[in-house]
């Protein structure tokens, strides 16, 4: 697309969705930048072994990423994506200062360690409510004809998240490791603090466009809800059916005639493409060790880098 075309494009684009944008932004820095600098904090602070630490970051790591399936079901069958998305945001600007707080190392260890995992499980269901309804919501506010639009959209949008998530990784262990604060080497309430602004900017940024969005009612369905409904009922009655019953040509078939045809066909497709991502659990695993066994390793190392010495793994 031309520069031309790409503005063009850009004129045409609902008010609403540059707000998500610089919400999304904010709250990729928000979450990863906390992340980044947690298992150095529960070893240091908490003084767990890194055994410990890295067992309470996959929990928490693992809470959100699980978290997104109770955010889906009370968007699409209660309080639609607009309300959702505001009310966790909330719940996620308390998590946040909660970690910050907690992070003060003159409050008594048992004050401390209430305010961190408080706040921990805060981030963690509250980014359940925001991953699977901001992208949706976004997705709203175009046209049905403005398909063009939508797609370049979503490149920005992935381009935000990622921008998001690079300088919070960056940032966040610099202001840990480099400044000093409350008489302690390092500085873990600015390192979580700041991650904490710009979810109150962020917040502030998805609040401030609510005159532009087109809020679309729930559906009171919820494919996930749904899904696992047939999957369930197929499996019931293929077990139950006798050998004379009729045969059907997929097992799926045999769910109940409650569920429609569409549904039944899209569960299929779910079924025989399920095999093809069962590698991505492994891909998972080993990506998300760059917060844990990774941080461990890099502890063990000097930092060095030519000339350059990190200062931000001590």
């Not at 494009?9 to 540059?18: C, E, I, M």
């Not at 408080?118 to 997705?139: E, H, Q, R, Y």
């Not at 300088?167 to 000093?180: C, D, E, K, N, Q």
């Not at 293929?238 to 050998?243: A, E, L, P, Y």
Request: with cysteine; aromatic share 16%.
């Amino acid at each position: 697309m031309t520069e031309k075309g790409m503005l063009e494009s850009l004129r045409n684009y609902p008010k609403g969705v540059f707000f998500i944008l610089g919400n999304e932004f904010c709250e990729r820095f928000s979450f990863y930048g906390m992340r980044a600098v947690l298992t150095l904090y529960l070893i240091t602070e908490h003084h767990f072994s890194d055994s410990h630490a890295s067992l309470l970051y996959h929990a928490f790591v693992s809470l959100a990423y699980f978290s997104p399936l109770f955010g889906s079901i009370a968007a699409d069958n209660y309080f639609g994506r607009f309300r959702v998305i505001l009310w966790v945001s909330l719940v996620y600007v308390l998590g946040h200062v909660l970690l910050s707080i907690g992070a003060i190392p003159q409050l008594e260890q048992a004050i401390r360690s209430t305010l961190d995992f408080s706040g921990l499980v805060f981030i963690a269901l509250a980014t359940g409510g925001i991953k699977p309804c901001v992208s949706a919501f976004a997705a709203d506010q175009f046209e049905e004809d403005q398909v063009s639009e939508r797609r370049q959209f979503f490149s920005f949008f992935y381009f935000a998240i990622n921008a998001g998530s690079l300088v919070a990784i960056f940032l966040t262990p610099i202001l840990r490791g480099r400044i000093s604060c409350f008489g302690s080497e390092y500085c873990f309430p600015l390192a979580f603090g700041v991650p904490g602004v710009l979810m109150l900017f962020a917040f502030v940024l998805f609040l401030s466009g609510w005159r532009f969005y087109k809020n679309a009612q729930p559906a009171k369905s919820n494919a996930v809800v749904s899904t696992v409904a047939c999957i369930c009922s197929a499996i019931k009655n293929r077990f139950s059916s006798k050998k004379s019953d009729e045969k059907v040509d997929h097992w799926v078939d045999y769910a109940s005639n409650k569920f429609d045809e569409d549904l039944k066909t899209g569960v299929k497709s779910l079924v025989g493409v399920a095999g093809l991502f069962v590698p991505l659990v492994f891909y998972w695993a080993l990506f998300d060790q760059q917060g844990s066994t990774w941080v461990l390793q890099a502890r063990r190392m000097d930092g060095r880098v030519g000339h350059l010495q990190s200062c931000l793994i001590r």
